[in-house]
Structures are given as C-alpha cells and as structure tokens.
C-alpha cells in the first residue's frame, strides 16, 4: 500500500475522531456515531482509490454512509475496508475511557466480511500465541498463557467485557485465581491491550465485526486470535448467508486470525477518541485540533501524533 493511501486512511481516523470530540461526555451515542461516519466517510471519499466496505455501520437498508458495500474514492488501487468510525459509542457519550476511531484495509477479497453478529474470541499477545484456543476450558487457557508466560496464575491478567452473558465465564476465571480485568465497552482496544502491554488474555463474546478489526491489528503484532461467530436469530443467519459465508463458519467453525485477516499486508489505523491505554485522547487548542494515532502493518507498529489546522 503506498504512501498516499496511508495518509489518507490516517486522515480519515483522525478526522473521524475530531467529529466525536465535540459530543464527548454529552450523552448520545447516536450523535457521536453519526459525527463520526460522516467526517470518516468524506475523508475517504476524496482519497485516490478504489475502496469497498465490507464491515461497516450496516447492511445499506439500515446506514445511509458506509454501508456494507458502498464504494468510496476517487478510483484506483481496490481494497476493501472494515471500519468502526467510532468504537466505543457509549464510552463517548460517558466521557469515559478508551473510545477509538478504527479501521483496518486489505487487498480485495482478503478481508472476512463478518456479518452483523457476536463472535466469541480468545486474543494473547505474542509470549502466548497459539498455546491458547477456543476449543479449550477457561481453566486450560488460564493455566497454558501462565506457564508460556512463566508467571503465576495469581499474576495472570484477562480482560471481559463487563455483560450479564459472561456471567459463568467471569465465576470460572475467578476460580482459576486469576485477576479478572472487566471493560464496559470497547473490546477492540481491549484485545488490542494483550499486544501491548495491559493484559495476557481477553476472552469472551462481543461484535462479529469488532472482532475482524482487532485481528488486523493482533496479526501484524504477533499475536494470536481465534474466534467463532454466534448468532443471536435466524435473520442474522440469512444475512450471513446472503454476504457469502460459508456453513461452516455459520454452524460454529472456530476461525483462527489468518482466515480473518488472510492478507499479510493489511493495515490497521486507530485515531483516540478519549483517553486510553495507548492512545491519548483528542485535544482541542484554538483552531487546532491534536490527535493520537497508531498505525501498525507487516509486523511494525508506529504512533504518530499530529496537529490539524481548522479541524474543529
């Protein structure tokens, strides 16, 4: 992917993640999310390239912008694009912790185009890799990160999100000794967080779509992933029919990162929204508008942080 591209796939996070700074701590999500598609959308709009949504806000009847198949740029090299303008809606209506503007671009046809469903996963970073699996017990996992990590279970940090479905998950943890770090939202950044630094695992159930972004990101880091979709009714179902996916994955196959993600040049891009684990929130100075930004592709991660003019 050339240079050019990049900057505008860099521009098109950080202008989403402007848009949201005004609705920071006011909220509504809807409005946030809103912002944000728009700005992500204009931004794209004006690249040079010939870019297809394949994870976006919705099939076309439910989004008027990025939809699923909608196809923005000006023409050029095809890619297809996953997008989440604003992850963490609620965290930005909250005013609260770790909300991002993300996106993740691949060669054509590389990208799993995840229908608008859960899918259960099991992320670690590096150290831990392919020792963990959904096709193991809590327990199993909890003891295999420990011993790759050689730390004490006690020491073992995993992350879930905080809902009423992971229940039985979080007791099971809890009685393995580990410490149970809970995410209200947000499970991009929280996945995200085994190959940086904040935690060894995250396991538990959150969005289909979330889940393809994040293996963009875990892959080029060296991480590991696996996950299965889960369907909460037959209309999800047909849908994910309808977007070409296969029986198999929808009667439960477990899908490692590389079936996700099947192109080794992807690039993942998250501008912070507000404050995070690795990312810093938007500022505001004067007319100008400072923004965090992680880039990371083909193994190498690189931050960046800039000052847009005008932007607010």
């Known amino acids: 992917m050339d240079n050019e591209i990049l900057h505008g796939l860099l521009n098109a996070t950080q202008r989403a993640a402007i848009a949201s700074y005004d609705w920071i701590g006011r909220g509504d999500s809807k409005a946030a999310d809103a912002a944000a598609?728009?700005?992500?959308?204009?931004?794209?709009?004006?690249?040079?390239?010939?870019?297809?949504?394949?994870?976006?806000?919705?099939?076309?009847?439910e989004a008027p912008m990025l939809y699923i198949g909608e196809k923005l740029g000006k023409g050029g090299n095809p890619v297809d694009i996953a997008v989440d303008p604003l992850e963490g809606t609620d965290i930005t209506a909250r005013g609260d912790y770790g909300s991002l503007s993300v996106l993740a671009v691949a060669s054509r046809g590389m990208l799993l185009e995840a229908p608008d469903t859960y899918m259960e996963k099991i992320v670690a970073g590096p150290s831990v890799g392919k020792n963990v699996s959904l096709s193991m017990s809590v327990e199993e996992n909890v003891k295999a990160a420990a011993h790759a990590l050689q730390k004490p279970v006690s020491d073992l940090r995993v992350t879930v999100l905080d809902r009423e479905r992971h229940k039985e998950l979080i007791a099971s943890l809890r009685k393995t000794g580990c410490r149970v770090i809970l995410i209200r939202d947000g499970d991009v950044h929280g996945a995200i967080g085994t190959c940086m630094g904040t935690s060894d695992l995250l396991i538990g159930t959150g969005g289909a779509p979330e889940g393809v972004l994040a293996a963009s990101a875990i892959k080029s880091m060296g991480g590991y992933m696996e996950g299965r979709l889960v369907f909460r009714n037959d209309d999800e179902i047909k849908r994910a029919r309808k977007h070409g996916t296969s029986e198999a994955i929808i009667n439960g196959k477990i899908m490692p990162m590389d079936e996700m993600i099947r192109d080794n040049r992807s690039v993942f891009i998250a501008s912070g929204v507000t404050e995070g684990t690795?990312?810093?929130?938007?500022?505001?100075?004067?007319?100008?508008?400072?923004v965090h930004s992680v880039i990371i592709r083909g193994g190498s991660t690189m931050f960046v942080k800039n000052s847009l003019r005008d932007a607010i």
């Open 37 to 61: 598609v728009k700005a992500m959308r204009e931004a794209m709009n004006a690249m040079d390239f010939d870019g297809r949504i394949v994870i976006g806000e919705g099939e076309r009847d």
């Open 278 to 290: 690795f990312l810093k929130g938007v500022k505001k100075h004067g007319s100008a508008a400072e």
